[in-house]
């Protein structure tokens, strides 16, 4: 099986990022109407910027708002709009489902994608795929494309005025990346790019982790200032570009699939996809059997940067064997990225390990304030 390294084809990051957004966009030779397709709070806050940058840049441009999920009713909403504006580019501009919907609607008419990120929420900027879920919010597919986006624009002003919230569930999703990927490739599975692991995609995921556990905690509280510093610039890249770059060439396990579980439980609609990743995580670990310090290394950093360690965190307070199983369940189905742990998991031992590492992150949680 042949190895496999996936990325965008330009990152730009930095402060006040948007200004180049048309400018990078002719870099890369994609010329004509772009549609910028916005979530209702990118387009409050970037309109502005939108009108200064295209204007300097002679390009067109038209703007879509989107909200909800990226279901296959709103990528069809996209598509319908794109043919009537007559684009010949698709901008997305806003969180992760914002993106997904981007992504989905450029791969399906075939033109040039960029991703601009108004969160640092998640890695889903960089990726080749998207995520559908239903008008509800349960999880129902990944979408996978040719080739990953054009541009990735990452602008680190609109970053640090963002909920403080998204920044530390973008955590929770880089937090994964390891740890999955480690889990692929002792197992000798795919990566999401289709072949095996290049020792630059390793070197990579660890890297991100290494990075969340040395910059977290600065990040958080520069964030929560509204001010942009090295540790949040790290932050911001190790949540979009390395955790990306990592999940996509080192491959998914465990930690998603639970996440893609807990989405059949309708008490976990309201958290985060990184708060649900960083509880999937600490699953991961302990059905795999890591050790002690790892564990706690990892409940460690959650808790100081306030990703959940337990079930209550998630809505779930009490948790019965009925709902476990169907979490349990949806997490081990066919194709889910959990069969690519290096050993068989099975619904039962799923259900197991989620109320043994929700009893861990428990008592970490009461050793911790003792």
């Not at 080739?147 to 624009?153: G, S």
């Not at 890249?237 to 996509?248: I, K, R, V």
């Amino acid at each position: 099986m042949l190895t496999v390294f996936c990325s965008p084809a330009r990152y730009v990051q930095g402060r006040d990022a948007t200004m180049s957004l048309a400018s990078e966009l002719s870099r890369l030779g994609i010329a004509g109407k772009a549609l910028i397709i916005a979530s209702p709070a990118a387009r409050k806050a970037l309109e502005p910027v939108w009108r200064e940058a295209f204007r300097a840049s002679g390009l067109e441009y038209a703007i879509m708002d989107f909200g909800g999920e990226c279901s296959f009713a709103g990528i069809a909403r996209g598509k319908e709009e794109a043919r009537r504006v007559s684009a010949s580019s698709i901008v997305g501009a806003g969180g992760g489902k914002t993106l997904d919907a981007a992504r989905a609607v450029a791969a399906e008419l075939e033109l040039p994608v960029a991703c601009c990120p108004t969160t640092a929420s998640s890695d889903a900027p960089c990726s080749a795929l998207s995520v559908v879920y239903t008008e509800d919010g349960v999880f129902e597919k990944c979408l996978y494309y040719r080739r990953n986006p054009d541009l990735v624009l990452v602008d680190s002003t609109v970053i640090a005025r963002a909920p403080v919230r998204l920044l530390i569930s973008g955590m929770g999703d880089a937090l994964a990346t390891y740890f999955e990927a480690d889990a692929t490739i002792r197992a000798h599975r795919r990566n999401v790019a289709g072949g095996l692991s290049t020792i630059a995609a390793a070197a990579i995921a660890e890297l991100c982790y290494k990075t969340l556990l040395n910059d977290g905690t600065l990040a958080v509280a520069a964030a929560r200032a509204g001010s942009i510093t090295p540790a949040l610039e790290r932050i911001i890249e190790a949540n979009t570009l390395l955790s990306g770059l990592g999940f996509e060439s080192g491959g998914l396990a465990l930690a998603h699939s639970v996440h893609n579980g807990l989405t059949a439980a309708p008490e976990t609609h309201d958290r985060l996809h990184g708060e649900k990743v960083a509880f999937g995580t600490l699953v991961q670990l302990v059905l795999e059997g890591r050790s002690r310090s790892t564990v706690d290394e990892a409940m460690g950093f959650c808790l100081s940067v306030g990703l959940p360690l337990t079930l209550a965190e998630l809505g779930l307070e009490s948790l019965s064997r009925e709902t476990a199983r169907s979490i349990a369940e949806r997490a081990v189905a066919v194709g889910e990225s959990a069969h690519n742990e290096p050993f068989e998991v099975t619904a039962g031992n799923l259900m197991d390990a989620i109320y043994a590492a929700d009893a861990i992150g428990a008592a970490f949680k009461t050793g911790a304030s003792s």
